[in-house]
């Protein structure tokens, strides 16, 4: 008999629908798996084999065959055991094989026929409700990530043996708790708040107009001046996230097998700081089979790069594409993989090697040495990051006396302001920030009077600034405005985004020119 069951592959961060077909005939007896299969897949016979043994079943000594198509579509993992033992079932006439074609199934089996977990549950659960069908069965242990999606019924299951009970109709479905809700992210807790920083005015409104447009931020100074304190708070003051923003977070990191039954979706921004000895493959992602990088997994976040000049060139330069595309495409011989990379990039760096220049009473490096330094970072990564913010050595009067900072809540109050102008300027696009506008997006939402104009054209020639670097003035200038609630951009706005990036040219301009 034939017998046909729908699963889910996870392709990238997207699942995509698969067909089980099953054969059972007369024939020499035999087990044969064919539908571009890797070695995990094939590995199924073996496991559905004794797995269906030890549930009490009795397979027929005949000839089987199952496809998993479309043929074209490699086939990975171990989530498509239990769509194989479903389908063996059915064309063995064991189950009904009515209801079956609006289901989904996807688990890996034990050889004790206990079905578990499986990566990428939440993407299966979407992936089997853009397709039509009203049920996906799944391991208990991955229901709570699928139950966050609705107009779709989502059953945990613990064994196989009650999976097939329940399509037999010999017990009801069991009763499950009813479907998580999604969390905010406003009102999370966090370890660290801006209040904990006094001082360094500067840094902190550069960090503000970062947060409220996703700005790109590179901080420069002295070490121990607060760089990469103030970028551990960056998430702190993030605009809350957005159901498109949890659900698009929360698929890379089921996909990773970063989400539990505690945690099932990502309720807050992610915050990922790799060490700098990272390797190009890791911050991009990759392998023989492309999993997410460090790029991906800080998508909707921050990714912050301490210590910049101390990256290897070659990791660093990977980071040109994802900032201007907002993804990654990863090509291997069997397909190209698309992962998403719309992140806030922070990064923080000394300006020579002893951290002194330009204060020339205690910087003892040479012309060329600090040339040698900040030549590291090139002039196309450079130009990627939106602000530049210096930070100056806190003085012992301030470090005892310094009124403590204002706090996290209140500066995400402005933010979240900013945040409902740009959501209500962007709606019915795909943009969500400021700084992810292109160029006819900023004739359209960044256009200016005759006399800002002119102002704008005198900083361009001034700073000499490239196209690249006169768009980001813009988006930036933008951001200003929206901080204080205003419809239309000013010559003050743009001011203040030419000092946020004038101290670029402070540090490389005799580097770059």
Same mark, same amino acid.
């Given at each position: ?10 392709? @990238? ?7 089980? %077909? ?45 496809? &998993? ?38 688990? %890996?089996?034990? *050889?004790? @026929? ?48 009650? *999976? ?34 006094? @001082? ?82 890791? &911050? ?59 992140? *806030? ?148 706005? &743009? ?19």
């Amino acid at each position: 008999m034939y017998s046909k069951v729908h699963s889910i592959g996870i392709i @990238g961060v997207e699942g995509v629908p698969i067909l089980v %077909e099953a054969d059972v005939s007369d024939g020499l007896p035999g087990f044969s798996m064919v539908g571009y299969l890797s070695s995990q897949v094939k590995e199924a016979q073996d496991r559905v084999r004794t797995a269906l043994k030890n549930s009490g079943f009795r397979i027929p000594a005949k000839k089987i065959t199952i496809n &998993l198509s479309p043929a074209d579509i490699r086939k990975e993992g171990t989530a498509f055991d239990l769509p194989i033992a479903i389908a063996i079932l059915s064309a063995s006439g064991m189950i009904r094989s009515s209801g079956l074609s609006n289901c989904v199934f996807s688990g %890996e089996l034990g *050889l004790d @026929g206990t079905v578990k977990p499986v990566p990428g549950a939440l993407s299966i659960v979407l992936a089997a409700k853009k397709d039509g069908k009203t049920v996906c069965y799944l391991p208990r242990e991955n229901r709570g990530e699928g139950s966050v999606t609705t107009g779709i019924q989502v059953v945990g299951l613990d064994t196989l043996k009650d *999976l097939t009970d329940y399509l037999n109709g010999i017990r009801k479905l069991p009763e499950f708790p009813a479907d998580q809700k999604l969390p905010g992210s406003a009102g999370k807790n966090y370890d660290v708040d801006f209040s904990d920083i006094g @001082g360094q005015p500067f840094l902190r409104r550069a960090t503000e107009v970062a947060a409220a447009g996703m700005h790109n931020i590179m901080y420069i100074g002295p070490a121990g001046t607060g760089k990469t304190m103030f970028a551990k708070r960056i998430p702190t003051i993030m605009p809350s996230l957005c159901f498109e923003e949890i659900m698009e977070i929360s698929k890379i990191y089921s996909v990773c097998g970063l989400l539990s039954g505690e945690n099932p979706v990502m309720s807050t921004r992610p915050f990922r700081s790799p060490h700098h000895t990272i390797s190009p493959q890791a &911050l991009a992602g990759g392998g023989r089979i492309p999993k997410p990088g460090e790029l991906t997994l800080a998508s909707g976040g921050v990714l912050f790069l301490d210590e910049l000049t101390e990256f290897q060139k070659s990791t660093i330069e990977i980071l040109r594409q994802p900032l201007e595309e907002g993804e990654i495409t990863i090509t291997r011989t069997h397909g190209a993989y698309r992962f998403p990379a719309k992140f *806030l990039l922070a990064a923080a760096m000394n300006p020579c090697p002893c951290g002194f220049y330009p204060d020339r009473t205690k910087c003892r490096c040479s012309e060329s040495q600090v040339n040698k330094y900040l030549g590291r970072i090139s002039k196309p990564i450079l130009d990627r990051f939106d602000i530049c913010a210096e930070s100056s050595p806190v003085s012992y009067k301030d470090l005892k006396q310094g009124e403590k900072g204002e706090a996290s809540a209140s500066i995400r109050i402005r933010i979240e302001q900013a945040r409902s102008m740009q959501m209500e300027r962007f709606k019915g696009t795909r943009i969500h920030f400021n700084s992810f506008m292109k160029k006819t997006d900023l004739e359209r939402f960044c256009c200016l009077d005759k006399a800002e104009e002119l102002f704008l054209k005198q900083i361009y020639e001034s700073m000499g600034l490239s196209v690249r670097g006169y768009e980001k003035i813009l988006k930036i200038a933008r951001t200003i405005a929206d901080l204080e609630g205003a419809e239309k951009m000013t010559k003050n706005h &743009l001011a203040e985004a030419a000092g946020l990036r004038s101290r670029e040219g402070r540090f490389w301009g005799g580097i770059y020119g």
